[in-house]
């Protein structure tokens, strides 16, 4: 097992060649994208996603530009308080509670350790056919080039290029019926930790991601919209956050034309296993994508990254069967985080009380919190 291709530079396919380069394999690492660029402006991430992290390597880093917070503050429409989640106790570790990053800072973390490390990074580029023959993968990117590899990760996100080629009646994505609303925007001082507003017509959230920034989620229950003009969502956010009291008067009313808004639908769906075809090898939301109402899309493919390093060495250099035993580690917990993450989401289109809503997110960040 000495060279390995990876396709998707987002943050599973970092974390497998922070991970494989470790273990001294040769690492190409291919992206679409010929600037490498990354969307979004703020990622949550939970104690166990910092955990996640620590293994990895980079949570010093991450650190010096993120936010550690303590806890999600439940309030009401109103802005009162009426609750809160705690962080899982993580047997003694002294680790950040649930907090935040802005994404740009997390790609030049992960992306600098990356180029450090010395793999071997092509942008502009994916992968159009991939062929097993013996102990080798036969891969053909799409500038026309061909090349061989012992084993081959695919970390191409939801709508995953890899997962057609190697599980062609793979269960495809499929709309959940909320699109969600993202603002970056300064963070008021009195925000020092997650908060969620639910009982109002919407749940909306904000999630500290530095000393002076955060961003605002807000997912809206609608069939699923067409685009909207860049221009013109501010208008449609401002109208969502009506009725909302407390911070969130502050941030509607400094919405304008040029307030860096996102939206998009949320799509996922529960693949069961194999997540394997031979010597290939799904891993993040190429195998289990999710919707982020646990906010752990991100550490999950983090977690990932970290068992297929454990199984591969433990295998030593049975790549299948390593592959294998990293599904058999990562199915029930995959499986839980999308489960759940789906019915929170049907939980708040049904308009269920906030306890039903909060219950079942302190019951998941539980179960992550338990060893890998």
Known sequence: ???????????????????????????????????????????????????????????????????????????????????????????????????????????????????SLG??????????????????????????????????IGADGLFSGVRKLILPDAPAPTYTGQSIW?????????????????????????????STHLYLFLPETTPRRG????????????????????????????????SPIVLRPLEAFLMPPPWHNGRVLLVGDAAHPTTPHLASGAGMAVEDAIVLGEELAAAQHDVPAAFAAFTRRRWDRCRAVVENSIEIGRREQAGRPAAEQTELIAKTLALMAKPL
């Open 227 to 258: 685009i909207i003009p860049d221009r013109e969502l501010h208008l449609h956010l401002r109208e969502l956050l009506q009725g909302y009291a407390g911070p969130l008067v502050e941030l509607r009313e400094g919405l304008s034309e040029s």
């Open 1 to 115: 097992m000495t060279r390995a291709l990876i396709v998707g530079g987002g943050i599973g396919g970092m974390s497998c060649a922070i991970t494989l380069r470790g273990l001294g394999v040769e690492v190409d690492l291919i992206d679409l994208d010929p600037q490498w660029r990354v969307y979004g402006a703020g990622i949550t991430i939970t104690r166990p996603s910092w955990r996640a992290f620590r293994r990895l390597g980079v949570l010093d880093e991450l650190m010096e530009v993120g936010f550690g917070g303590d806890g999600i503050q439940i309030c009401n429409a109103q802005g009162e308080h009426i609750g809160r989640v705690d962080d899982p106790d993580m047997q003694g570790e002294d680790l950040p509670g649930s907090g935040g990053i802005m994404r740009p800072e997390l790609h030049r973390v992960l992306s600098s350790r990356v180029l």
């Open 182 to 210: 993202r603002l970056f925007a300064p963070r008021p001082a009195n925000i020092d930790r997650r908060h969620f507003f639910l009982g109002g017509k919407h749940k909306v959230g904000l999630s500290p991601v530095s």
């Open 119 to 152: 793999a071997n990074v092509r942008l502009g580029l994916t992968v159009n056919a991939l062929q097993t023959v013996g102990d080798a993968v036969n891969a053909r990117l799409s500038d026309g080039t061909a090349d061989t590899y012992d084993l081959v």
